[in-house]
Every structure is written in C-alpha cells, then in structure tokens.
C-alpha cells in the first residue's frame, strides 16, 4: 500500500476511535448526579427511558428511609419535625440545569388550604435559590428560582387540572425543568407549559427543605410516599400513575402498620370477588389466575376519618300537592246559636230621674179696651 493510502486508513481509524470515545464520553453517568434504582414498571414505556438513571431519593434523604423505590413503598406522615438539611449534603455535587421533580402525595384536612414549601433551596442569606410552592388557598403551584441576573423569576400554574391536587387523596405531582421551559404534570397527564428565562446555578452554600409552611416555617401535616428528582427533564413525562391504582385497592401500606397477609389459596372465594382493572401498561399487585387480578384478603379496618368540611345549603323544596277534601263533621255535635244579623241587643234598664218641683198657681189678668 502507498504511503497515502496508509495516511489515509490511519486518519480513519484515529477518527473512528475519537468518535467512539466520544461516544462513551457522552454516555457516561454524569458526576453531578448518582445512580438512582427504580422500577421499570415506573415508566409507561420501559424502552424508551435511559439505561442508567440518575438522580436523588429526597425522601431516604430527609425521611431516613433506606433501600431502593421498590413496589412495596411506606407512606410518611409529615409534621412533626422541622425537614431541613445543608444543602451540600443533599446534593454533593450540585444540582443540574434540567432535571425533572416527581412526587407522590396527600393532603390532610387541615392542610389543603395552607401554602407551603413541596421544596425550597435557600441560599446563606435566606434567597430563594429555586422553591416549589403548592397554594390551597388559590389551588395553584408555584415554581420559582433565581435569574441569571440574580432576579427572582415566579410562575405561577393554575389550571383547572390542579384542583384534583387539593381534594385530599393521593396523587402525583411532576414538574420538568428545562433551560427555559417549565412543564407542569397531574397525575401523569400534563397540565401546563410555561416558557421561561435561563436561570443561574445553585449554590450549595445554603439549605434545603421540604413540606414546610411559608407563613411561619413550621412543618406542614401531610402524607408523603416518594419525592424524587431525576437528573434528566423528560423523566417526569415518562412516569405513569400506577401507584394511584395501587392506592385505591389498598396494596399500599402506612409507616406504622403491619404488612397485610400473603394471598392464599382460597381461591373459589377470590374469583367471586370483583377486581377493577389495571391501568395500561401497569401490572396487577396480587397474583394473576388466566390473566385476571385477583382481589387478596381484606386488610384491617382503617381509623375513622375526620370530619368533613359542611355542605351548601340546599335549595327550596317544591310547593308540596293539594291535599285531599276532610271528612263531614259529627251531626250529633249541634254548635252554639249565633247571633241573628242586624238583631239589636236589649240594654240595662236606666236610673230613675229626679222629681220636679210644681209651680204656684197663678191669678187672674183682666184686659180693659
């Protein structure tokens, strides 16, 4: 082979190898973030997602829970304590530009008319850095965070879709932040899409917080299952809600409870029972007999719930029907007689007057002409 053309076959392999290094230069896992174990069975489409997901379980993070976002998750109830860490320990090496902040919660009575912190990252003089407010009172969701000019850039989502978020059941909540969109989810549905400014990166000289009141600091009383952030804005877009199926037939479980009993074999009983069906693309929690759920045992009794807010007064009630003609009187039962028309009643007889005096008599006159 001439010298060209083995000048020419070394540039393509030398090209060759940078691009394939290159190539796994890109697919590394980024520093910033760490790996982050989660089901598949968490995302509508399992090929579609990145083969290695990164990102952060601020719940093992402020809630002390351990192990990986496994089907079997606890819920928390919040409101005890104060849920507020260094910056630095929750994120080491700071927070990406893009990511995406999936959470999967409940209100309480008492709280769905609070405004509260879902999220907040402060910096050492007290500057909201980047914040996530939920508004009971205006049923809205506010997402903040700081400017390239160190401006406090807000905006504010109030949709019809984020009523569902303040009736006091479960649901999940996904936010997905781009360079300069901000793309709101309900329960896996997207609700609204803002178009914003770029903003400046997060210091991690500060802190970090969640579900705490705005008002007055103090934590806010609610119930928590998962709050994520992915290191990747489309993985909020991608989650599905099977969690909230698995909520309504009861195959979640508290923090203070005892797992509920395997399935057993009673199966003639478990096939008369009705199962509602899965959502797409979600696996049935119990066990599966020719490809239907079947319901398991009934779990314990759960604590009464608290009283529930008074109902509108209702409106007036239609004019009832005529009633039917009564019975004839008893004609034995004669009535006193009344008195006759125009009749006049006899008075009391009067006093007797007094005499009078009789005159003199008087003489004769005698009239001369």
């Not at 980024?30 to 990164?54: G, K, M, Y």
């Not at 994120?91 to 009575?109: A, D, I, K, M, Q």
């Amino acid at each position: 082979m001439s010298n060209p053309g083995r000048w020419t076959a070394f540039l393509w392999i030398v090209n060759l190898v940078c691009c394939t290094f290159g190539m796994a230069v890109n697919e590394r896992t980024d520093e910033t973030c760490p790996s982050l174990h989660v089901e598949d069975r968490r995302f509508s489409d399992s090929l579609d997602r990145p083969l290695a997901i990164t990102g952060f379980d601020l719940t093992e993070k402020f809630l002390l829970r351990k192990g990986t976002v496994a089907e079997d998750r606890a819920s928390f109830r919040l409101g005890s304590i104060p849920l507020i860490k260094p910056t630095e320990s929750v994120f080491p090496n700071g927070l990406p530009s893009e990511y995406s902040f999936v959470t999967l919660y409940r209100l309480r009575r008492t709280t769905k008319k609070d405004r509260w912190f879902l999220w907040q990252i402060f910096d050492q003089t007290g500057g909201t850095q980047v914040s996530l407010v939920v508004d009971g009172a205006k049923r809205a969701v506010e997402f903040s965070f700081q400017g390239l000019q160190k401006n406090a850039l807000h905006y504010t989502f109030k949709g019809r879709d984020l009523h569902a978020l303040f009736d006091r059941q479960w649901h999940k909540l996904g936010v997905a932040v781009q360079s300069t969109v901000v793309s709101l989810y309900v329960d896996c549905k997207l609700a609204e899409r803002r178009q914003t400014e770029d903003k400046a990166d997060i210091k991690r000289s500060g802190r970090t917080l969640v579900t705490t009141r705005v008002e007055d600091g103090r934590p806010v009383d609610i119930e928590v299952q998962q709050i994520l952030i992915y290191c990747d804005p489309y993985m909020a877009e991608m989650e599905n809600c099977c969690e909230l199926q698995e909520a309504k037939w009861g195959a979640n479980k508290t923090s203070d409870e005892t797992p509920a009993p395997p399935v057993t074999g009673r199966l003639p009983l478990m096939l008369s029972l009705p199962a509602p069906p899965p959502l797409d693309g979600c696996p049935c929690p119990a066990e599966k007999i020719e490809g239907k759920c079947l319901k398991g045992d009934q779990g314990p009794a759960g604590e009464r719930g608290e009283k529930g807010d008074a109902g509108t007064p209702g409106q007036p009630g239609k004019e009832g029907k005529r009633g039917k003609r009564g019975k004839n009187g008893d004609p034995t039962n004669s009535g006193s007689s009344g008195v006759s028309a125009g009749a006049t009643v006899k008075g009391d007889k009067g006093e007797k007057g007094d005499a009078i005096l009789r005159g003199e008599k008087g003489g004769a006159v005698c009239i001369t002409s």
